[in-house]
């Protein structure tokens, strides 16, 4: 119990609180009963079976419970330091505790009445208790109201009295139990209430009927859900009946709220709902604080106050949400950990803005202290305002209205640079709306515009996507092309960059929230459109693949370089965010991979185009992320593969061609053969297995597109042997033990060949097979032979258009070089072991050279002439060119490729002109 003294001596700081006094003189007699420490469910509930006992009915109980609670709850905080948390949490048990003893009373009359309501299937109708807002984030205040939506499972009827009469249908009687529980929870007796009941975010509000069944509520979320409610059952959860917590009827509603508030793309379209509802909000303190100049001071509604911390936070979570499950989250602390985690907001700024939170919560709860009312509104006494400072550990007023003000300054800043007003519009942008595609003033849209993108616009005029756009989403299309036309004007876009944003944009106004988010973001626009006037492939994959667009927001985009470990630890966050929900079924994760690999590739292409990175870089990244997805994507289907005989796997993948070299290209296949080094009996068939789920993982289309086309003809026997083997047959396979051996063209293949997955001994086995397979001594007459066979065949499959130079085919092209650098690998490896590394052409050669197979400067011309040739193929593939050039243009490198092959092949016939 709480005194006038603390334990230690001190005056007792609670004191400053009317309520608390008033409590103490009330309920002298029963504060013992609460036992000593912060309350908990257990000794709330012993303490409310106590006032039973003493002869206290239900109501009353419930009200002493909450009276004693609160007083407690102050005296911890102002004497004891007692964390925000700590608060929150004892009154989010305490409503979950009275809502639940109050739904079991109420049960107890209306059955007695009508009898238990019943589903179709004869089973007893569940009634979820939904608490939205500060209840649902188990953040309540000490004064809050509770924000309630009450949902059943099914419609049906109750099954009567005992007498078999008064049945009712099951909306009927739960409506009744509705009444009953507010009865007993929030009106005001001799005793007070317990809480304050707020029933507004029902569907339909006021004017709907007080409980809906799910089936009612899902077909509301389709047809007349509004933005704003996105954010108010973003905080939604079940907080009674204890047993509806986790129930079927939970987990039902669970998955018909989630779609509803997050979005599975990213939805821009709610900064102008949010923007509306805070201005109703800030009109409505403007109006109701006018000339009474003291209601401006409101910590929670005015500027800087702790709405905006929490709209900034929302804001971010259901934009983001849909592709971000680990944002899911409803406690605001935690959602701006969470955020700062995502990269979605600096972490300096989101530990402000939990400071700021924290305190001015602890100064609301004070301001409720005083009287226990329902306001934000800071006194204007000087005793009060100084006794809320010395609560709070200030020397006195000044320095607490000092804090007070740096951190709602902070708040606003921050709340302001987010969403505090309407997006800037250009320079003569501001009859946009009125000039809206589809509409008669379409000429006035399209007078500024110049040249191809005024042609481009102009085919709008009467497109159906056009004009099957909302007035507001016309507006937005509109002050979008005008913003690009101005931009065209000052020279900052390219004409093709601007005609690529229309071909790019087309496709997606269905997708409304593109356009809101390319108004909202400015930076997003503008660098969107240099990726898109730097080459025609960006425009391709954005097409392809929309939602990447927001990757442009970020400042260090540039600046960064592709991290395997943050993508992976990324991923496995975001999969353990589903798996909290029950959400990670095979489709949630498939998207979530492609969504990750997406938004990867997309950064590496935007650092490409920037001209961030060289073309070496961007394939090593490539290369990256591919040994990262196929790692994670083995994991998880060896996790929830239903035949797996072990925990772990002992399974490896190696990766030939461009990813062994480390070569990858947008949109390159990966050559892969998956071998397993286990000796289980029934191996054979579990890798089978776990073969088959993989590639479909990584090759099946979902609404997200797909991950790799992945070509396994390199295993051994081709196309007609086993997608799976051991390892111990893949290595007696490659290093021509038994009947059944390799050809030189795979031996070729395999001095690129990596184990790109697969545990340290794995891979240790894999290296020493390698080594011995390519450093083995050769006839090289015949591989010379068999090698130049090859050369034809490839080169035969590609013909050249007249006197044209193909970068890759043609004589002295990169498959020259590549034949070439084999052969010195393959021929001279057991002589040379530098050789053997898988280093990469430009690197063997230079080798060669170094060891004297190569004269200077044949080596080195050929390696710089191999880069050259793979910048102009990236640059070609890029903008979608041929890589089949003039000649001329690349006489150089042609002539350091055909002097490589003659020197390597000297002992064969000179190398035919093109």
């Given amino acids: 119990m709480s005194g006038i003294m603390t334990r230690n001596g001190h005056q007792d700081l609670s004191d400053g609180s009317r309520f608390s006094q008033r409590i103490r003189r009330r309920y002298a007699q029963q504060l013992t009963l609460l036992p000593a420490g912060t309350p908990t469910r257990a000794s709330m509930q012993a303490l409310y079976e106590g006032l039973l006992a003493n002869g206290n009915d239900v109501g009353s109980g419930l009200r002493t419970v909450r009276q004693l609670v609160v007083e407690r709850l102050i005296h911890l905080d102002c004497n004891e330091g007692a964390s925000l948390s700590a608060v929150t949490g004892v009154m989010t048990d305490l409503a979950e505790f009275a809502l639940d003893t109050a739904y079991h009373e109420s049960c107890k009359t209306l059955d007695a009445q009508h009898g238990a309501p019943h589903t179709p299937q004869g089973m007893r109708a569940e009634l979820c208790i939904v608490g939205m807002g500060k209840l649902g984030a188990r953040e309540l205040n000490v004064s809050s109201d509770i924000d309630l939506i009450y949902i059943y499972d099914q419609d049906g009827e109750t099954g ?33 209430f317990v809480f304050r009941v707020d029933l507004a975010l029902r569907p339909n509000g006021n004017s709907g009927p007080p409980v809906v069944s799910l089936g009612a509520l899902e077909e509301y979320f389709h047809v007349q859900g509004r933005e704003w409610e996105r954010f108010a059952w973003l905080k939604s959860r079940v907080v009674a009946p204890t047993q509806s917590i986790g129930s079927a009827c939970a987990l039902s509603l669970r998955s018909v709220v989630m779609p509803f508030v997050f979005r599975r793309y990213l939805d821009y379209n709610v900064f102008d709902a949010l923007r509306v509802l805070h201005r109703q909000i800030r009109d409505h303190a403007t109006k109701r604080s006018a000339g009474k100049p003291e209601r401006n001071n409101d910590v929670k509604l005015s500027r800087g106050g702790i709405r905006e911390i929490e709209f900034t936070v929302q804001l971010l979570q259901v934009v983001r949400g849909g592709q971000f499950p680990e944002l899911r989250t409803r406690p605001t602390q935690s959602a701006l950990k969470r955020l700062a985690q995502a990269g979605l907001m600096p972490q300096a700024t989101a530990e402000a803005l939990a400071q700021a939170y924290v305190f001015l919560r602890q100064v609301e709860h004070r301001i409720q202290y005083l009287d226990d009312q329902q306001t934000h509104l800071l006194p204007t006494a000087d005793p009060e305002l100084e006794w809320i400072a010395h609560t709070l550990g200030f020397e006195g007023t000044c320095a607490f209205l000092g804090e007070l003000d740096r951190h709602r300054e902070l708040v606003a800043q921050e709340f302001d640079a987010l969403l505090g007003g309407a997006p800037k519009e250009c320079k003569g942008c501001g009859g946009a709306a009125a000039a809206s595609p589809g509409t008669n003033d379409f000429d006035a849209l399209l007078a500024p515009l110049t040249g191809r993108f005024h042609e481009r616009v102009a085919s709008w005029r009467h497109h159906p996507r056009v004009l099957a756009l909302r007035e507001e989403s016309r507006a937005r299309l509109a002050r979008l092309v005008l913003r690009t036309a101005q931009w065209l004007a000052e020279g900052r876009v390219s004409e093709d960059a601007a005609v690529r944003l229309a071909d790019w ?19 997003v626009h503008e660098r969107l459109l240099h990726m898109l006037g730097a080459a025609r492939w960006p425009a391709r994959y954005l097409l392809k693949h929309p939602g990447v667009i927001d990757e442009l927001a970020g400042n260090a985009l540039f600046e960064e370089r592709f991290d395997p470990a943050d993508f992976e630890q990324e991923l496995e966050r975001r999969r353990s965010a589903l798996q909290s929900s029950g959400e990670d079924d095979d489709e949630a994760l498939l998207d979530l991979l492609r969504r990750a690999h997406h938004a990867d590739v997309f950064r590496i292409l935007a650092r490409d185009v920037e001209g961030r990175l060289t073309v070496e870089q961007v394939a090593d990244d490539l290369s990256a992320l591919a040994e990262v997805v196929l790692r994670v994507t083995t994991r998880w289907c060896w996790e929830r593969l239903k035949n797996r005989h072990q925990p772990e796997c002992c399974f490896g993948i190696i990766a030939y061609g461009k990813l062994g070299g480390k070569e990858l290209g947008y949109g390159s296949d990966l050559d892969i053969v998956f071998v397993y080094d286990d000796p289980d009996d029934r191996a054979g068939e579990v890798y089978a297995a776990l073969v088959r789920k993989l590639i479909n993982w990584l090759t099946v289309k979902t609404g997200e597109g797909d991950l790799y086309e992945i070509d396994t003809a390199l295993r051994p026997n081709g196309n007609s042997g086993l997608l799976v083997t051991s390892f111990d047959a893949y290595s007696n396979y490659q290093q021509q033990r ?37 450093s083995a001594e050769r006839n090289n007459q015949g591989l010379l032979a068999e090698i130049d066979n090859m050369r034809d065949k490839v080169r035969s499959a590609h013909p050249v258009r007249g006197a044209l130079f193909d970068i890759k085919h043609s004589p002295g092209g990169m498959v020259d070089i590549e034949f070439a650098v084999q052969f010195l690998v393959l021929s001279q490896g057991y002589r040379h072991p530098e050789l053997l590394a898988n280093a990469g052409n430009i690197a063997l050669l230079q080798r060669a050279q170094a060891c004297g197979l190569l004269p200077a400067p044949v080596g080195d011309e050929a390696a710089q002439a191999y880069r050259s040739l793979r910048q102009i193929q990236h640059r070609a593939r890029l903008n979608e060119e041929t890589t089949q050039i003039e000649a001329a243009s690349v006489a150089h490198e042609r002539a350091a490729g055909l002097a490589l092959w003659e020197v390597v092949f000297a002992a064969a016939s000179a190398p035919q002109a093109a």
């Avoid at 030189?744 to 001095?751: G, K, L, P, R, V």
Wanted: hydrophobic fraction near 40%; charge should be neutral.
């Fill in 738 to 774: 038994g009947s059944n051996t390799a050809w030189t063209w795979e031996h070729q293949a395999m001095t690129r060949a990596r184990c790109v997955l697969g545990d340290a001994a794995l891979q240790a086995r894999f290296d020493a097979m390698r080594e011995a397979v390519i």
């Fill in 505 to 523: 944009i087309e496709p997606l106004l269905r997708r409304e929230s593109y356009l809101a988010l390319l108004l909202e973001r400015p930076v």
């Fill in 160 to 192: 009567g009295n005992a007498e078999g009469r008064n049945r009712v249908s099951n909306q009927e009687y739960f409506g009744k139990q509705v009444k009953a529980i507010y009865a007993l929870v929030g009106d005001t007796t001799e005793h007070g």
